[in-house]
Nanobody
Framework: QVMLVESGGGLVQTGGSLRLSCAASERTLRDHVMGWFRQTPGKEREFVATIGWNSGLARYADSVKGRFTISRDNAKNMGYLQMNSLRPEDTAVYYC???????????????WGQGTQVTVSS
C-alpha cells in the first residue's frame, strides 16, 4: 500500500508559478510510475503529466507542455510538479498518483493522494 500526500497548492496570479510536491509513505514508490492529474467540478479527471520510475519517459498534456515540469526524487520518496506561466484555466484540484503501468489514463494508477487546490486569478 502506498499513501500519497500532495502539498504546495494555493492562489496565484496569472503568469505566476507554483511547485506541487507529492510525498509517499513507502519507499516502494521508486518502483512505481508517477503521474499528476487535475479535476474541476463537473468534469472528468484530466491527465497533466507522468514520469517513469527512473525519471525517464516524461510525458505532458498538450495544454501544459512547455510550462509544467514533472520530476521525482526516489531517494527522498518525493514527486514534484513545477508549474510556470500559470493561466486561469489551470485552476483545478491537482492529484498525485502512482501505479505499475505507464500511461495517461487515470485507470492506470492505483494509488492517489487527496488532492491540492490550485487557483489562478486573472
Amino acid at each position: 500500500q502506498v499513501m500519497l500526500v500532495e502539498s504546495g497548492g494555493g492562489l496565484v496570479q496569472t503568469g505566476g508559478s507554483l511547485r506541487l510536491s507529492c510525498a509517499a509513505s513507502e519507499r516502494t514508490l521508486r518502483d512505481h510510475v508517477m503521474g499528476w492529474f487535475r479535476q474541476t467540478p463537473g468534469k472528468e479527471r484530466e491527465f497533466v503529466a507522468t514520469i517513469g520510475w527512473n525519471s525517464g519517459l516524461a510525458r505532458y498534456a498538450d495544454s501544459v507542455k512547455g510550462r509544467f515540469t514533472i520530476s521525482r526524487d526516489n531517494a527522498k520518496n518525493m514527486g514534484y510538479l513545477q508549474m510556470n506561466s500559470l493561466r486561469p484555466e489551470d485552476t483545478a484540484v491537482y492529484y498525485c498518483a502512482a501505479g505499475t503501468y505507464y500511461g495517461t489514463s487515470p485507470g492506470r494508477y492505483v494509488y492517489w493522494g487527496q488532492g491540492t487546490q490550485v487557483t489562478v486569478s486573472s
